[in-house]
């Protein structure tokens, strides 16, 4: 068995040069925000705000995986979650390309270390599943036995709710403006932004479940970035990590002191509503800092991941 696991760890990260940072506020928020977040506060935290120049519409994406499995898995966490590629993806390890597209980031962007261990996610010629092979359309069951056409069609709502202050502008209001997009990936570097997910490999049969832990650690700057340059200094007052199931937790530390500065933990469901089904992974728990303990550090300024 093999599951595939993202391994990131969100910054809300505040600039405190407005003037240099205005082309930020052209606005996009979320990123990979799925099933595993759904107990996630994505609220700014006290203070900040995500500032966008003159707002001409809001466009949600949503991305909806039916896991009403007819060939019967009989599985109590579907598996169709971490979407397997199928024999109907077209996968050309000549051209890198899945179903006749170069997926974004490309393949051979693991840090050395999942190189090394040959991790499947890491190289196209290896790629068992994962979001690569999840494209809109797809099927995630072989359809060669299973007759689609006659399935029956569900049909999904999803709501997208964003708080707002109209009327008056961002900079008179007092509040900080928060960068959503710094995040770490555990499968980067220094030297490379990441692949963004990873497998997880089977432990020895016989293996106790106390001793099947699989670890894995990387450092990279605070800002996500391999600019080594840009030593711009930031406030982080919140962090949470993203992880799929199996997931136990993501820590990031200052690599200079050793600080520990967030342990993002995984929460599991116990029940059968929505939102806390049993066995599946329904949230992280996030880290907020508020006044002389939010951490201020430069996008450079370097952080060890530790993901398990």
Known sequence: ?????????????????????????????????????????????????????????????????????????????????????????????????????????????????????????????????????????????????????????????????????????????????LDGSAAGDLTGSLMTNGNIEFDVPQCAPGTAPEDCVFEMSTVQRVGGSINATDDELLEIPYMVAHLHYGGIDFSTYDNSTGELLCTSKAIYGNGTEPGNENGYLVGMTPCYFEGDDVPVMRKNDLVRHVAR
């Open 1 to 177: 068995l093999l599951m595939n696991m993202m391994g990131m760890m969100d910054k809300g990260i505040y600039y405190d040069d407005l003037a240099k940072k205005l082309e930020k506020y052209k606005g996009g928020f979320g990123g990979g925000a799925g099933a595993e977040m759904r107990n996630v506060n994505n609220s700014a935290p006290e203070g900040y705000a995500y500032f966008i120049s003159s707002p001409e519409q809001w466009t949600p994406l949503f991305h909806f995986i039916n896991t009403k499995n007819p060939e019967g898995d009989n599985v109590e966490v579907s598996e169709l979650l971490e979407c397997p590629c199928t024999p109907q993806r077209d996968i050309n390890v000549e051209n890198g390309t899945v179903d006749g597209w170069v997926p974004f980031p490309p393949f051979g962007t693991c840090n050395a270390e999942f190189e090394e261990d040959e991790n499947p996610s890491c190289e196209l010629s290896t790629y068992q599943g994962g979001w690569r092979c999840c494209e809109e359309g797809v099927f995630l069951i072989d359809t060669d036995k299973t007759d689609t056409e006659n399935l029956p069609v569900d049909t999904v709502f999803g709501t997208f709710s964003i708080t707002y202050i109209d009327g008056v502008d961002a900079e008179d209001t007092g509040l900080k403006a």
